[in-house]
C-alpha cells in the first residue's frame, strides 16, 4: 500500500512539474532621490627622519714581539743552573746543576710565553653612524564614493548604487507560474 501511494505522489509532482512555467522581464523603476555618499578616509604620507650617532667600536691589537726570542729560556736556564749548583754536593751537584738548568729553561720559557700571550690590548673607537625612522604623517579626508539612487516598486524601496546620478534603476521581474 505505501509503496502505490509513493509512486502515486512521485507521478503527480512530476505532471505538476511539466506544466510549470516561468519568464523573466526587466522593468524601469524612476529614481526619486540620489545622495552623493562619501567615505572618511586617513591618507598616511612617510617621512623620514635622520640623524647621527656615535656608535662605540671596541678593537684588539697585538703588541709587537717575538714567540721565540729565547731570551726566557736563557734567563730560566741560568737561573736554574745556580740554584742547583748550590743544592748538589759531589758528582750529585753536576747532576742537580745541568737538572736545574733544565729546568729553569722550561719555565723560563714558558713564563716568557704568557707574558708574550698578555701582550695584547684592546681600545674603544668612536665611529659616526646614520640612523634612520620611518614615520607617518597623517590627513583624514572624505573621499566621493558614488551615488545612492532610490526608487519604489510596487511598495518596496530600491537601492542602487552607482558613480553617477540614475534617472531609471534596472528592475529584474520573474514570473512563475502553473499550467
Known amino acids: 500500500m505505501k509503496k502505490l501511494t509513493l509512486g502515486f505522489i512521485?507521478?503527480?509532482?512530476?505532471?505538476?512539474?511539466?506544466?510549470?512555467?516561468?519568464?523573466?522581464?526587466?522593468?524601469?523603476?524612476?529614481?526619486?532621490?540620489?545622495?552623493?555618499k562619501y567615505e572618511n578616509v586617513i591618507r598616511r604620507t612617510p617621512y623620514e627622519e635622520c640623524w647621527d650617532e656615535r656608535v662605540p667600536v671596541r678593537?684588539?691589537?697585538?703588541?709587537?714581539?717575538?714567540?721565540?726570542?729565547?731570551f726566557g729560556t736563557l734567563i730560566g736556564g741560568v737561573a736554574g743552573g745556580?740554584?742547583?749548583?748550590?743544592?748538589?754536593?759531589?758528582?750529585?751537584?753536576?747532576?742537580?746543576?745541568?737538572?736545574?738548568?733544565?729546568?729553569?729553561?722550561?719555565?723560563?720559557?714558558?713564563?716568557?710565553?704568557?707574558?708574550?700571550?698578555?701582550?695584547?690590548?684592546?681600545?674603544?673607537?668612536?665611529k659616526t653612524r646614520r640612523r634612520c625612522t620611518t614615520h607617518y604623517n597623517e590627513k583624514r579626508e572624505r573621499k566621493?564614493?558614488?551615488?545612492?539612487?532610490i526608487g519604489f516598486f510596487k511598495g518596496h524601496k530600491i537601492v542602487s548604487f552607482s558613480q553617477e546620478k540614475l534617472n531609471y534603476i534596472p528592475v529584474t521581474v520573474t514570473v512563475s507560474y502553473w499550467v
Open 10 to 36: 512521485a507521478v503527480s509532482l512530476a505532471t505538476l512539474m511539466a506544466q510549470a512555467g516561468s519568464f523573466s522581464t526587466t522593468q524601469y523603476v524612476r529614481v526619486e532621490k540620489s545622495k552623493p
Open 59 to 70: 678593537q684588539n691589537r697585538q703588541r709587537r714581539g717575538s714567540r721565540t726570542d729565547g
Open 82 to 126: 745556580i740554584i742547583g749548583n748550590q743544592v748538589g754536593r759531589g758528582r750529585g751537584r753536576t747532576i742537580a746543576t745541568i737538572g736545574g738548568a733544565l729546568i729553569g729553561s722550561l719555565v723560563g720559557n714558558n713564563l716568557s710565553q704568557r707574558d708574550y700571550n698578555d701582550n695584547s690590548y684592546s681600545y674603544t673607537t668612536y
Open 144 to 149: 566621493f564614493v558614488g551615488y545612492k539612487n
